[in-house]
């Protein structure tokens, strides 16, 4: 019994043991999330309590951002290059209209785009600057942002790749719906894009003193040597012209070639050649040397500077083949009659159409020919690596406005203009007007350069050649000068 109960004790004491031993392992494994605890985890949030101390410093970046802004932009230079010079005041310059309203409008422009823009004018050489641009980009040198145009330059801008084609730009302007369509395939290159924005079309007209056609101008050559032959019994010439090989051959465009065009002829093929011995060349040519010959003309024809505006600006001669924008540049004026109109700027000539005492018509044409009448238009172009072409947008935009396009167009654009509204403005329903668009509405208006695509050697070339025969040798022979001309030319396509 006793041997029982010390085992029983015995069993006892281990049960008690193992019991013991197991709860202390127990112990043990419940102390492993103690590396979790709870104060680990309620450290993070005196991590995130520092982090609004890092974003209060944010408010300070912020405020220091508007003194950035605020700084002011510096303000561009627009470069443009006119043929017109804002600091010439000479009254009597010829270019007095353009510099005028340059110098007029300078100040309206930085004005209006005052803190953006200021534009600077390089005044250019008409008879150069298209020359001196092509340099200026073949070189990589400084380019104006704008370039005041004549469309005659294109094709050989067009041959240099000198000129931005800008036809998406014009055509999300709210103005462009406005040109006249024929004008704005005027500023066209051969690949279709537009290389220019016209403002202002100069066809070419006649212009005529009254009293020495009362009866109007003639229509036919024989008309005219009829009434040359009167008008030279009293002392008068019949017409003076730029005749002068010189500038050029800028007399090409004018008398010249609305002679040749007059007698039904042209100076290419239509595909890029020169073609000048034709029968009607021959005879237009034949033309002029006759009335230089018999005395129809003044010597003075021929002696360049534009001299030959004298003697219809004093009524001596009779009548004067010239661009529509020539209205400019014919002040003072004496009327046959004695009536002078003497303000000396572009209202002399509106005057003294609106007086009667002269007008305005198509020339002769030859049996069975339009009135030839040469066409350009007049605008701006933006030339490639122009440092500012967004300033030249914002010019050529501002003078769609109705305040600026009639100034422009009655000052350096000196023709119709482009833009339909400003062909009904007030300005535009003058007599002077009125009796050009009669004039140019009976003639055939037509580029003088056809497709010849290197504009500024042609005309150079068959000035000196028609130069040549109608002043410096009237016997050499003409269809053998013709064909010497156009095989130079064509040498070089």
Not at 124 to 135: C, G, N, P, T
Not at 165 to 186: C, H, K, N, P, R
Request: overall charge negative; proline content about 7%.
């Amino acid at each position: 019994m006793k041997f029982r109960m010390k085992h029983l004790l015995m069993i006892l004491v281990l049960a008690l043991l193992v019991f013991s031993l197991v709860a202390c392992g127990g112990a043990t494994e419940e102390a492993t999330p103690v590396e979790e605890t709870a104060p680990a985890e309620e450290a993070a949030p005196a991590e995130e309590e520092a982090a609004p101390a890092e974003e209060e410093a944010a408010p300070e970046e912020e405020e220091a951002a508007p003194a950035e802004e605020e700084t002011p932009a510096e303000v561009q230079d627009f470069i443009s290059w006119y043929q017109y010079d804002q600091d010439n005041e000479d009254p009597a310059s010829d270019e007095r209209v353009g510099n005028e309203y340059l110098r007029n409008t300078i100040p309206q422009f930085n004005e209006a785009f005052e803190g953006q823009w200021n534009w600077v004018n390089q005044p250019k050489a008409f008879d150069k600057m298209a020359a001196e641009l092509v340099a200026a980009v073949l070189a990589g040198g400084e380019v104006p942002d704008l370039y005041e145009i004549n469309s005659d330059q294109i094709n050989t801008f067009y041959r240099n790749g000198t000129l931005s084609d800008l036809t998406e730009w014009a055509e999300a302007q709210s103005w462009f719906g406005e040109l006249d369509a024929s004008a704005v395939e005027s500023c066209k290159g051969p690949d279709g894009g537009l290389y220019c924005i016209p403002l202002s079309q100069r066809p070419q007209v006649v212009y005529v003193w009254t009293d020495l056609y009362p009866d109007g101008y003639p229509t036919t050559p024989e008309e005219y040597m009829e009434q040359a032959e009167a008008l030279k019994a009293e002392g008068l010439y019949a017409m003076t012209f730029y005749g002068a090989n010189d500038k050029g051959g800028s007399a090409l465009n004018r008398a010249v070639n609305t002679t040749i065009a007059s007698f039904g002829g042209s100076l290419d093929d239509g595909e890029g050649n020169m073609l000048l011995n034709t029968p009607e060349n021959v005879a237009a040519i034949e033309f002029l040397r006759e009335i230089v010959a018999q005395g129809y003309v003044p010597e003075v024809t021929f002696a360049g500077g534009f001299q030959e505006e004298e003697p219809f600006k004093d009524g001596t001669a009779g009548s004067l083949p010239s661009g529509l924008n020539g209205y400019r540049y014919l002040n003072p004026l004496t009327a046959p009659n004695g009536t002078e109109y003497g303000k000396g700027n572009a209202e002399d000539v509106l005057d003294a159409i609106a007086a009667g005492d002269l007008f305005l018509a198509p020339y002769f044409s030859a049996e069975g020919q339009t009135p030839g009448c040469d066409t350009k238009v007049a605008g701006f172009a933006i030339p490639v690596d122009a440092n500012n072409p967004e300033a030249a947008q914002d010019y050529i935009s501002w003078l769609m406005a109705p305040e600026q396009n009639a100034d422009w167009v009655m000052g350096p654009g000196g023709g119709f203009p482009t833009l339909g509204a400003t062909q009904t403005h007030e300005a535009f329903q003058a007599p002077f007007f009125q009796q050009a668009a009669e004039a140019v509405s009976t003639s055939s208006c037509r580029p003088w350069n056809g497709s010849l695509d290197r504009p500024a050697e042609a005309k150079a070339l068959v000035m000196t050649t028609i130069y040549k025969l109608i002043k410096e040798d009237p016997t050499a022979d003409i269809t053998a000068e013709l064909i010497a001309t156009q095989e130079e030319y064509n040498a070089g396509n």
